[in-house]
C-alpha cells in the first residue's frame, strides 16, 4: 500500500476516505456484533455520525463531473443521508427488521459498492492499493 497519493490529495478527500475507511471497519463491528445493547445503540450513532460525514463531504469532491460539478456518486449521498435518516427513525420506532434491512443496505451500497468503484485505474484509491505515482507513470 502506498499512502502518497491519498496524503497528496486535497483534505476535504483524506477525510472523506479516512472516514469511509473507519466507518467501513465500525461497520463490520456492528454487523457482527450483539444488537440492541448500549454498545450497539453508541457505535451505531458514531456509525451514522461517520456516514453523514462521508455523505456530506463528497459534496465537495468533485473529481467526476458528468452533469456539471456533479455525478452519480452525489446522487448516492443524498439517498445516504435519506436512509441514514430513515434507518434511524425505524429504530427509534422498534421496527427493528426494517432498520436492520436499511442499515445493512446502507453498509452495502454506500461503503462496499460505492467504495469499490474508488479502486478503478485512474482513481486515486487504486494508486493507493497498487503503487501507480501520482502523475499516472
Same mark, same amino acid.
Request: glycine share 10%; proline share 3%.
Given at each position: 500500500?502506498?499512502?502518497?497519493?491519498?496524503?497528496?490529495?486535497?483534505?476535504?478527500?483524506?477525510?472523506?476516505?479516512?472516514?469511509?475507511?473507519?466507518?467501513?471497519?465500525?461497520?463490520?463491528?456492528?454487523?457482527?456484533?450483539?444488537?440492541?445493547?448500549?454498545?450497539?445503540?453508541?457505535?451505531?450513532?458514531?456509525? &451514522?455520525?461517520?456516514?453523514?460525514?462521508?455523505?456530506?463531504?463528497?459534496?465537495?469532491?468533485?473529481?467526476?463531473?458528468?452533469?456539471?460539478?456533479?455525478?452519480?456518486?452525489?446522487?448516492?449521498?443524498?439517498?445516504?443521508?435519506?436512509?441514514?435518516?430513515?434507518?434511524?427513525?425505524?429504530?427509534?420506532?422498534?421496527?427493528?427488521?426494517?432498520?436492520?434491512?436499511?442499515?445493512?443496505?446502507?453498509? &452495502?451500497?454506500?461503503?462496499? &459498492?460505492?467504495?469499490?468503484?474508488?479502486?478503478?485505474?485512474?482513481?486515486?484509491?487504486?494508486?493507493?492499493?497498487?503503487?501507480?505515482?501520482?502523475?499516472?507513470?
Amino acid at each position: 500500500m502506498f499512502l502518497q497519493p491519498l496524503l497528496a490529495a486535497p483534505i476535504v478527500i483524506q477525510a472523506h476516505a479516512f472516514a469511509a475507511l473507519g466507518a467501513f471497519l465500525l461497520g463490520i463491528i456492528q454487523l457482527a456484533g450483539v444488537k440492541g445493547n448500549l454498545s450497539h445503540r453508541v457505535l451505531g450513532w458514531i456509525w &451514522v455520525g461517520m456516514m453523514a460525514f462521508i455523505a456530506v463531504s463528497s459534496f465537495w469532491i468533485h473529481q467526476i463531473k458528468m452533469w456539471g460539478d456533479w455525478s452519480p456518486i452525489h446522487l448516492l449521498s443524498v439517498f445516504t443521508l435519506l436512509m441514514l435518516c430513515l434507518g434511524v427513525l425505524a429504530a427509534r420506532r422498534r421496527k427493528i427488521r426494517r432498520h436492520s434491512k436499511i442499515m445493512k443496505g446502507t453498509f &452495502v451500497g454506500a461503503l462496499v &459498492v460505492a467504495g469499490a468503484f474508488t479502486f478503478f485505474p485512474g482513481r486515486i484509491m487504486y494508486d493507493v492499493l497498487f503503487g501507480t505515482n501520482i502523475s499516472g507513470q
